[in-house]
């Protein structure tokens, strides 16, 4: 699959990672965990293809787009429907009703704020826009969510492509714990900017 990847972003560029971004949405076994350290190594020194800052961009582009699919599923039939389906049928996919669920719960332990930080954890990002569209999240405010929490999981994983050059295939035995911590501090930093506007808004 790598040198599957690695082909054709050299033969299509910045558009093959949009498209690769955006199927990593829709089709689960892609992992963005592999396509974002390879693009940054592509625009590493060593092989200087492309520019990092572009490969960033584009790779959170073609992830907010590759997150509409499963929004409108979840708009339009449901959260209890889109399990029976993916139960069914899911197995192409690799997802099943129980993978849902999950994304479900955190949906629904986290709120809207779900959609920003979910983004950047493996095994839900990519299903956490059909509960967000279940419970009819606005439209604006999903894609801007989207964006910022993928553009800052595409652009950690294309540095660390950036600086481990051909050793980027590294990166994907690490990201698991690598991206917990990293949900864990933006939380933090989340929560705490929460209760500094409240207690500025108190003291005015």
């Known amino acids: 699959m790598i ?11 910045y558009v093959g990672i949009f498209l690769l971004m955006i199927l990593e949405n829709i089709f689960p076994p892609i992992p963005s965990e592999l396509i974002m350290p390879a693009a940054g190594f592509a625009a590493s020194p060593q092989r200087g293809d492309l520019n990092i800052f572009l490969v960033v961009l584009v790779g959170a582009l073609g992830s907010v787009i590759g997150t509409l699919p499963l929004y409108y599923v979840g708009k339009v039939f449901g959260l209890e429907r889109s399990k029976a389906w993916a139960d069914r049928y899911g197995k192409w996919l690799t997802v099943s009703g129980e993978d849902l669920q999950k994304a479900s719960d955190w949906f629904e332990r986290h709120g809207t704020s779900a959609v920003l930080f979910g983004r950047m954890v493996p095994g839900v990002r990519s299903l956490l826009s059909l509960p967000a569209g279940v419970s009819e999240m606005g439209l ?17 994983l294309a540095a660390a492509g950036y600086f481990l050059g051909e050793n980027y295939d590294r990166v994907e035995q690490y990201v698991g714990p690598a991206s917990k911590i990293i949900l864990g501090l933006l939380v933090i930093g989340f929560v705490w900017w929460v209760l500094r506007r409240r207690r500025a808004g108190k003291g005015a």
């Open 3 to 13: 040198e599957w990847m690695q082909n054709l972003m050299d033969s299509m560029g």
């Open 140 to 156: 604006p405010q999903f894609l801007i969510y989207s964006f910022i929490g993928s553009g800052l999981w595409a652009g950690l």
